[in-house]
C-alpha cells in the first residue's frame, strides 16, 4: 500500500467552479506540503501544513492528523490553475504523492 | 531570488557518457534530496543527505550516484546513462529539527541521453 494517496488522479472542470483535491496518507509525519507544477516546469511549494488551516488567496488547504488526511481548494478556479498539484509527506525524507492532474477550462 | 539553483536546466548527454548535474542552495539547510521524474509520474527519491551522511533509496540503480562537499552544493553522477535516464531531475532541500520547515524545490534539470 502507498504511504501517500491522492484522489482524483485527474479533474477537469469549468472557469470559476471550487475544486477540492484529496490526500490521504498512513505514516506518522512532522508535515505535509502542497505542491504545484505546471506542465515542464519546476515545483513550487503552495503550503506546508502540521495542522489546522492555511489560506493564501483563493488557495485553501487543511489538514486532519487523526484522521490523516489533508484536502487541497481552489475557489474561483481559472484556467492558469491548470498544473499538477502534489500531496507531499515530510517524514524523515519527503514523499511524494502521484499528484492530481487538474485542467481548467474557460 | 532562487534559493535552490540547479545547473544545468537542460542537459543533452550521449548514451553512456558520464554526466554531472549540480544543485546549491542559499538556505543552509541541511536536508538535500535528488529526485527523478518521468513524464505524467511522480518525484522519485533517489537519494537524500542529512549533512553530510547519505541516504541511499534500496532501489536507486547503482548508475546513480552523488557528492555533497558542502552545505550549499549536491551533485548528481550517472556514470553511464542509458536512454532510460532521459527524465526530470529534482533537487530538493529542508530544514530537520523544527516542525516549521517549508520544503524548497529548484527547477530542475531535464536530462535528454542520445
Known amino acids: 500500500k502507498n504511504e501517500v494517496e491522492q484522489s482524483p488522479q485527474n479533474l477537469t472542470a469549468q472557469e470559476g467552479e471550487f475544486i477540492t483535491i484529496n490526500c490521504s496518507y498512513s505514516v506518522g509525519i512532522s508535515a505535509l506540503h502542497w505542491l504545484q507544477q505546471h506542465p515542464g516546469g519546476g515545483i513550487v511549494s503552495l503550503f506546508m501544513l502540521s495542522s489546522g488551516k492555511k489560506k493564501h488567496g483563493r488557495l485553501i488547504a487543511t489538514i486532519n492528523i487523526q484522521e490523516k488526511h489533508s484536502s487541497l481548494h481552489i475557489t474561483a478556479s481559472h484556467p492558469r490553475d491548470s498544473a499538477v498539484y502534489i500531496c507531499?509527506?515530510?517524514?524523515?525524507?519527503?514523499?511524494f504523492g502521484t499528484g492530481t492532474r487538474l485542467q481548467v477550462f474557460p | 531570488d532562487a534559493m535552490v539553483i540547479q545547473n544545468p536546466r537542460y542537459q543533452v548527454t550521449q548514451f553512456g557518457k558520464p554526466v554531472t548535474l549540480s544543485c546549491s542552495q542559499t538556505?543552509?539547510?541541511?536536508?538535500m534530496y535528488w529526485y527523478q521524474q518521468k513524464s505524467s509520474q511522480a518525484p522519485k527519491l533517489l537519494f537524500h543527505?542529512?549533512?553530510?551522511?547519505?541516504?541511499n533509496e534500496a532501489d536507486t540503480p547503482d548508475n546513480f550516484q552523488s557528492r555533497r562537499p558542502n552545505t550549499s552544493f549536491c551533485f548528481l553522477d550517472i556514470r553511464s546513462p542509458g536512454l532510460g535516464d532521459a527524465a526530470m531531475y529534482l533537487c530538493a532541500t529542508s530544514r530537520t529539527g523544527t516542525y516549521d520547515t517549508e520544503a524548497f524545490f529548484g527547477q530542475g534539470t531535464r536530462l535528454t541521453v542520445v
Open positions: 538556505l543552509n539547510h541541511n536536508v
Open positions: 507531499a509527506l515530510h517524514t524523515d525524507k519527503l514523499i
Open positions: 543527505y542529512y549533512d553530510k551522511d547519505f541516504n
